[in-house]
T-cell receptor, first 116, second 112 residues
Framework: ETGVTQTPRHLVMGMTNKKSLKCEQH?????MYWYKQSAKKPLELMFV???????ENNSVPSRFSPECPNSSHLFLHLHTLQPEDSALYLC???????????????FGEGSWLTVV | KQEVTQIPAALSVPEGENLVLNCSFT??????LQWFRQDPGKGLTSLLL?????REQTSGRLNASLDKSSGRSTLYIAASQPGDSATYLC???????????FGKGITLSVRP
């Protein structure tokens, strides 16, 4: 148990569906992240939120829409996805977003997404 | 642009062997380096974090070293066990936005 909880753990959706991934952290951290992990590729940073404000958006298609209603919760809203979007989506949190030599990042268990 | 390389992609060893996993990075101006473990279908678990001012960190049978000038880190696993079988990822924290750059990972299999 890392203190970062993701739901659902598995999701199968059609290309015309709308669904959401949820992340909650119980660590009192100020920064939250969405990462995408595809087979044979390094983890890709998608979004960063610091104190509920989006501070980074790594050229992610608009069919992925993040939402951070408070410092403990992060959502990833999914709409009209493509089969190539099938991947493991990982949420993470850290004490701070700014550059810090001791800033450890904690990951959730991930949400396996399959787009059919 | 920071790039992180982990070679080989997969490794199989007999139980009890001491082993070294390598990680190299292109930009030596880093804040820290983290080693993670990922079990199949699971998230990442942080194993060790080495700050830029440190040379090594130890936790149980694990020892991670950092040589910033050469852009290298190693994760040493002593007396490997089948339970150590997992994918080990190296991530470097660098850049103005404290960005984590990950390697592709090394999938380790420890045979009983």
């Amino acid at each position: 148990e890392t203190g970062v909880t993701q739901t659902p753990r598995h999701l199968v959706m059609g290309m015309t569906n709308k669904k959401s991934l949820k992340c909650e952290q119980h660590l009192g951290h100020n920064a939250m992240y969405w990462y995408k992990q595809s087979a044979k590729k390094p983890l890709e940073l998608m979004f960063v939120y610091s104190l509920e404000e989006r501070v980074e958006n790594n050229s992610v298609p608009s069919r992925f829409s993040p939402e951070c209603p408070n410092s403990s919760h992060l959502f990833l809203h999914l709409h009209t996805l493509q089969p190539e979007d099938s991947a493991l989506y990982l949420c993470a949190s850290s004490q701070a977003w700014v550059a810090s030599s001791g800033n450890t990042i904690y990951f959730g268990e991930g949400s396996w997404l399959t787009v059919v | 642009k920071q790039e992180v390389t982990q070679i080989p992609a997969a490794l199989s060893v007999p139980e009890g062997e001491n082993l070294v996993l390598n990680c190299s990075f292109t930009d030596s101006a880093i804040y820290n380096l983290q080693w993670f473990r990922q079990d199949p279908g699971k998230g990442l678990t942080s194993l060790l974090l080495i700050q830029s001012s440190q040379r090594e960190q130890t936790s149980g049978r694990l020892n991670a070293s950092l040589d910033k000038s050469s852009g290298r880190s190693t994760l040493y696993i002593a007396a490997s066990q089948p339970g150590d079988s997992a994918t080990y990822l190296c991530a470097v924290n660098s850049g103005a936005n404290s960005k984590l750059t990950f390697g592709k990972g090394i999938t380790l299999s420890v045979r009983p």
